[in-house]
């Protein structure tokens, strides 16, 4: 979960948003995994909420109603009890996602003030530098001690500040395209274009011209994603009947907060599900101190992880260090400017992820995660 989506939930005008994403996301990865059992999958729920809210703004009546049961939109928002008409009051919702969008994207990129600021202080470490041997040479001992303390202060707040620049590229966009002959309602485009940002509606001719519309949509895609996306949309997949086609992309390019070095990538055994192993190249960061951390006991307790152990402990009659096989540990990385994250869930027995899975849901990932502790840790991943 995204540092952001934490801050996120804090702030009562996105907090309705927040959770019902959360929710349509595990309730996503649910069906997911259970489709593909024994996959590895990978899916952006927060791209596919967005774009079915978009399509949300133009549902009336039941199927109105069962988009907004399957989205996990708060009750609250709710119009009457029948869900004729309109039956959800949207407006804070696409008013979450613009401004969620906004601040996820302002959060990455380049930050002048503090590039302006690290060029001040590495100017002051280099006028340091320089005056420090001349004092010794003049015997101004006491006086080059002093100047070398406030380099080496200046030196950490230098690393400090590097940490946080150029953190990542996020970009996050949406657009329609909407069939030239159909009538679609200006107060419908012109709330999807307040707040998406998806500028005008693209004109396309899917009754006659659908190759065309096809690959315009496949360019636009690919631009956004940097071309990791290519031929989204596969031929023949649009025709005579398609009215409006609607797409979200999201790219993002970050540097964790505290990088694997490569020479510590090895090939090593990786645990599968079934109990086999296969060969992969493992990731090996050890003394990570940017990392959260917490471990867990197989009802989704905490388990109060001890910071040292004895060298003379008995295993076998000390206290545990570790929770049982069945418990779980979860660490969130965080990403160079430290305002998102990566965070992992792994089971302490390859066979226990169903477990792990069987008691995920909003509540819980919550309870996870802000339990979590900023600690030292060694991470093979």
């Not at 009546?61 to 949207?90: F, S």
Request: glycine share 8%; hydrophobic share 35%.
């Amino acid at each position: 979960m995204p540092k952001q989506m934490e801050r996120a939930t804090r702030d009562d005008a996105l907090r309705p948003l927040v959770e019902a994403n959360n929710g349509f996301a595990i309730d996503l990865y649910h069906h997911v995994a259970k489709k593909n059992e024994g996959d590895n999958f990978f899916f952006s729920p927060y791209s596919m909420s967005s774009a079915l809210m978009i399509a949300a703004e133009g549902a009336r009546d039941e199927t109105a109603v069962e988009m907004g049961t399957v989205l996990r939109l708060p009750i609250d928002l709710q119009r009457g009890e029948r869900g004729e008409g309109e039956p959800w009051n949207l407006e804070p919702l696409h008013a979450g996602i613009g401004q969620l969008d906004r601040e996820l994207r302002v959060g990455g990129g380049r930050d002048e003030p503090l590039h302006q600021e690290i060029r001040e202080l590495r100017a002051e470490l280099d006028s340091l530098s320089c005056d420090a041997p001349k004092l010794a040479d003049e015997r101004q001992l006491r006086e080059s001690f002093r100047v070398i303390d406030k380099a080496e202060d200046v030196a950490s707040r230098l690393n400090r500040l590097f940490l946080q620049v150029d953190r990542y590229e996020l970009r996050i966009a949406n657009a329609i395209w909407a069939e030239r002959t159909y009538p679609f309602r200006d107060e419908f485009l012109d709330t999807i274009e307040k707040y998406y940002e998806t500028g005008v509606a693209r004109v396309a001719d899917f009754k006659s011209q659908g190759e065309a519309a096809r690959r315009q949509i496949n360019e636009w895609v690919e631009e956004i994603t940097h071309r990791r996306i290519t031929n989204l949309v596969p031929a023949g997949f649009l025709n005579e009947l398609t009215r409006l086609v609607l797409a979200n992309a999201i790219y993002f390019k970050g540097e964790w907060l505290e990088p694997f070095r490569p020479h510590n990538t090895k090939r090593r055994d990786f645990l599968l599900s079934d109990g086999g192993t296969a060969r992969t190249p493992i990731m090996s960061g050890r003394g990570l101190e940017s990392a959260g951390y917490g471990a867990f006991e197989a009802d989704g307790s905490l388990f109060e992880t001890p910071r040292e152990i004895p060298e003379d402990q008995d295993p076998a009659s000390g206290p545990r260090t570790y929770p049982g096989e069945d418990g779980s540990a979860v660490v969130e990385l965080p990403y160079k400017g430290n305002r998102l994250s990566m965070v992992l869930i792994a089971p302490n027995r390859p066979e226990g992820l169903p477990a792990i899975e069987s008691r995920l849901d909003p509540l819980e990932l919550n309870r996870w995660i802000d339990r979590l502790e900023r600690r030292e840790v060694h991470v093979l991943l």
